[in-house]
């Protein structure tokens, strides 16, 4: 990983104190389930709280979310918290840490009525009790559907009615934060975040300064060719943690999602995880159902299995794709009408057809290192959602505990900011960020970005190697040499910045992680090692890794 990426503190060069200066009590970066869950919490004791978002309420890993919330709310059906403690531990590949998956399970009964206090409508079986659907890798139905497969848009409806009507919690929208800002520049220090330096379309730059920062911004999909994520998921927040000297872990767990719909030249859309909970086979191309001796759980296996048993399928048996058949299940368009009205945009009749699928980017499951409030490595920090790393998933992220995650988290860390906003402000530090104009050769911008995102799917996707590693850190250190060393003056930019330092952090542990667990896939370490059951954590200026046991 070349020296740029730990050299580089800040975006953009500037004077803070010629900046507008806005001051709130608690800022969030993030309106997906983690951020609007925090900021309800953080204004509901009357402190004030801004919640950016970096487009609109509406785009977010949240708001496409096809899949559910996963609790236990029918004990009677045998299901409990043991068993959906069980459930994620075995899906996380022995790097789950146990108490954080314990107090999540056990606290997400109490967030889902909350939920249901608040106005949100979840999908109702005919006895009118919540009807509950089972997803891989689950031994129990625990999972609470919307509109069938629309439950994000639905939370993300509810959330932001309930942020609306809190006050003292103001929404930025198409404001992007470039970087938390710390007193001190340098790497490895610990310096308290203060804030942001933002960009508004309208405003332009600002400087937020605020008692505590919630870092709520969602994932890394965009680092990939091939992803289910919105366009806006570029790992801003992991990028911007790292740059401010929080410690980041596990970077190598991908979650690869088994099955978006495949259509050469179109964007790949998600079909979600419950379809093949209903009953849904995968067929290759001739027809035939290979999951049944691919894994002792068939279609319902976890989706890292899922998703190799169909590469493998397609390198032995050709094509580009295998097959989702769902022919065979009954009111199809009734149970998953936003993916019927998909599949009949093009062309599809999900009775008669089949469906072509194959594997994507879905979830990206390290991140900055948290407590279960969501307190980071540095002081008036947090992190919650897809961003952190609680130590919840593990190796591998078990369907449906992310929307729980970042409501349990992000209730827990909006209290907490909640108790801080009785502190006095900080005042304002004089910030300079002196970066001289670059002499290097011009770049174009969606070149590289397309070139990365390439390069990590090859070489940093599904199935992995060291020299494929080796390969794509010396492409994305050719790239950064004639990237970082730029200012530009919009997202674009930025955004591409933030994408190959993502991407450099996610190839170097891979690279380091020299095994086979969950999420991560190496052909020249095909098995687990139990030298390798560690948290690998990495920060700014630190130069080596740090292990950390599995709790």
């Known amino acids: 990983m070349h020296s740029l990426f730990d050299e580089r503190r800040y975006l953009i060069p500037f004077r803070s104190g010629l900046l507008p200066q806005i001051f709130t009590d608690t800022l969030v970066i993030g309106a997906g389930v983690g951020g609007l869950r925090a900021a309800i919490a953080a204004a509901a004791s009357g402190g004030e709280t801004i919640v950016l978002c970096k487009t609109s309420v509406e785009e977010s890993n949240t708001a496409w979310a096809q899949g559910g919330i996963a609790t236990v709310v029918d004990e009677k059906s045998g299901d409990s918290f043991a068993s959906h403690i069980k459930d994620t531990l075995d899906a996380g590949a022995g790097l789950c840490d146990e108490p954080a998956v314990r107090s999540i399970v056990e606290a997400g009964p109490a967030r889902i009525n909350e939920l249901v206090n608040w106005g949100m409508r979840f999908d109702l079986g005919p006895s009118g009790r919540v009807s509950l659907g089972q997803e891989g890798a689950h031994t129990h139905a625990r999972i609470l559907h919307a509109d069938g497969d629309a439950t994000g848009r639905e939370l993300v409806r ?132 290979f999951m049944v001796e691919a894994h002792p759980l068939a279609e319902l296996a976890p989706r890292d299995a899922v998703s190799r048993a169909i590469l493998r399928r397609i390198a032995s048996h050709g094509g580009t794709h295998v097959f989702l058949d769902v022919r065979h299940l009954g009111e199809f368009d009734r149970r998953f009408p936003g993916i019927a009205a998909l599949l009949a945009d093009v062309g599809l009749d999900p009775a008669t057809d089949l469906v072509p699928v194959n594997p994507a980017m879905h979830h990206f499951i390290g991140g900055v290192v948290t ?146 667990r969950g999420g991560h896939w190496r052909s020249d370490f095909p098995e687990p090692r139990e030298e390798c059951r560690v948290h690998d954590r990495w920060a700014r200026g630190a130069g080596n890794v740090v292990e950390v046991g599995v709790r």
């Open 371 to 516: 407590d279960l409030e969501g307190r980071t490595s540095l002081p008036g920090l947090l992190a919650v959602g897809e961003v952190a790393s609680t130590g919840l998933h593990g190796a591998n992220r078990l369907a449906s505990n992310s929307l729980l995650e970042g409501l349990v988290v992000g209730e827990a860390a909006g209290r907490l900011a909640a108790a801080n906003a009785a502190r006095t402000l900080p005042a304002p530090v004089p910030i300079i960020s002196d970066i001289r104009p670059s002499d290097h050769g011009e770049i174009d911008l969606a070149d590289v970005k397309s070139s990365l995102r390439s390069a990590m799917w090859r070489n940093a996707g599904i199935e992995r190697s060291g020299p494929r590693l080796a390969d794509a850190i010396d492409m994305i250190d050719f790239w950064a040499r004639y990237t970082l060393d730029k200012i530009f003056d919009g997202p674009e930019g930025w955004q591409t910045q933030n994408m190959l330092l993502a991407a450099a952090l996610i190839a170097r542990s891979a690279a380091w992680r020299t095994e086979s």
């Open 158 to 289: 509810c959330l932001h009615e309930r942020a609306r009507a809190t006050p003292g919690l103001r929404l930025f929208s198409n404001c992007f934060a470039l970087d938390l800002i710390t007193p001190s520049n340098e790497p490895g220090g610990g310096a308290p975040v203060m804030g942001a330096i933002t960009h508004h379309t309208k405003y332009g730059l600002q400087m937020i300064w605020a008692k505590t920062t919630i870092l709520a911004s969602g994932g890394a999909g965009v680092v990939f060719r091939e992803t289910t994520n919105p366009r806006i998921a570029t790992a801003d927040g992991l990028a911007m943690a790292y740059r401010a000297g929080a410690a980041v872990q596990d970077l190598a767990f991908i979650q690869f999602h088994p099955t978006t719909l495949y259509l050469a030249g179109r964007p790949r859309s998600l079909i979600t995880e419950a379809v093949r909970g209903e009953g849904a086979h995968l067929l290759d191309q001739a027809g035939h159902r």
